[in-house]
Every structure is written in C-alpha cells, then in structure tokens.
C-alpha cells in the first residue's frame, strides 16, 4: 500500500466546494490513482464510477464517485477499505472528499450493486495542515491491551459515519483482533449500523495497515468475515510476524 502515514492527521471532510470543474489532465490523474486501489479482499469484483454530483441523490460536493460490488462476504470492509485510500489520495492532492452515506442510489451497475459514494472537488479549506483537535474516543476505549501506541493513536484518527468509531481492537503476544461493535448511542437506525459501522471497519483497517507498515510491522490477515447483527463481532484476525 502507499505510505499515507503523513496524510492521517490531516484527513478531514469537507462540505463545502467550489463550482469548479477539473480539468481533463486533472481528472485522468484521479482515474488512474482510483484504478491503483488496493483491495481487502481481491476475490470481491469492484467498479468505481465518477459522475456529476447533480446526477446522483448528494446534496454537496462537486463530483461523486460511486461505489459498486459484488455482495458476498466482507464486500462492506472491502469497499471501506479502498474508497478510504481514495479518501486519502484526493486530499493529499487538495481536493476535499466527504463520505456520503445518505443518498441510496438505486442503479446497479452490471450486476454489482450500489453501496455507498464519495462527494469530492475543489474546495477553499486547507487540506495540507495538521488538525489541531479531531473529535475522536480515546485510545484506551478502542483498543484494549499491550502493543505500540504509535500504532494506537494513528487508528483513532480513522473517519466513521456520524463518527460513531465501532471498531474495537484486542491485542494480545503477537495478535490484534479486530471487532464489530453497534450498540451505541446514534441517530443511526440499529436496522442501518450493521450496514454503516462495517464500511466503517473497514476505513480502520486501512489506517491499521497504514500504522503498522510505517513503524515496520512485518502482518498476516485473516478476513472472518462475519456480517451478523451480534452486538459486538469479530471481523479480522492480524498476526504480527
């Protein structure tokens, strides 16, 4: 994966743009850079698509990238996983992003269906500064047990929906488990958490990789892939090597 350590202080979400268009130079680079994401689970068949943001349900933003897969097993950690990397690259471009999670399209897209968009385009914020204060759970809620603490506040800093954090770490001699968690306080109806907190997993997946691989932790992973509507489930398996 791309070393996107610099960038996960600075990630923020933006939700105001500029009626601006990119240009076409401008635009191939993001399409190439999309077609570059690496996925969670390979075997899971993606397609990405960017359209104008009036052309879609999103309210704001200038474009929306649309994302789409097959539904099988781990296909909503896949997907957090690989938009949260294009999350990254567009602001490490100055370009802001915000996750869209209200606006269901209804359009599948060759037998893939809708799962989820990302708004994005110019914007007048600053997106190449450190954030002084990111309303996040402290680290100690999250993650319980020994490892670098390195590794533990670089996790906290992961984006969720309406930034519930439902991930959970437990780390014990050489393996981080990574759990599921949905019952907390939330607008979110409980029939739409499952859907939204596993999206969410998988974002913090990316900034766990992320973490581990700057500071030189040789892993294995092994996806569970539970997707049940237990209170708090185990979804992923690191081994530290």
Wanted: net charge positive; glycine share 4%; hydrophobic share 35%.
């Amino acid at each position: 994966m791309v070393d996107y350590s610099n960038l996960l202080n600075k990630r923020r979400s933006s939700r105001h743009y500029l009626d601006e268009s990119f240009s076409n130079q401008k635009m191939e680079m993001i399409k190439d850079q999309l077609a570059k994401l690496k996925p969670l689970d390979p075997k899971i068949t993606t397609r990405f698509v960017i359209t104008d943001r009036d052309k879609t349900k999103a309210k704001f933003g200038r474009y929306s990238l649309l994302a789409y897969s097959e539904v099988k097993p781990g296909y909503l950690l896949n997907i957090g996983y690989m938009l949260e990397q294009f999350d990254l690259l567009m602001n490490a471009n100055d370009i802001g992003t915000c996750w869209y999670g209200l606006a269901k399209e209804d359009n599948n897209l060759e037998g893939l269906s809708f799962v989820i968009m990302i708004v994005f385009g110019k914007t007048e914020e600053n997106l190449n500064q450190d954030r002084t204060r990111i309303n996040r759970k402290s680290k100690d809620l999250i993650w319980q047990g020994d490892f670098d603490a390195r590794v533990k506040e670089m996790v906290c800093l992961a984006p969720s929906a309406v930034n519930s954090q439902p991930w959970r770490f437990i780390s014990e001699k050489n393996t981080i488990n990574v759990y599921r968690q949905i019952n907390y306080r939330t607008f979110i109806p409980i029939s739409k958490r499952l859907y939204f907190n596993t999206i969410d997993v998988g974002i913090s997946l990316c900034f766990l990789e992320i973490a581990l691989t700057k500071l030189g932790y040789n892993f294995t992973r092994r996806l569970i892939h539970g997707e049940s509507d237990d209170e708090k489930e185990r979804l992923v398996e690191y081994a530290i090597l």
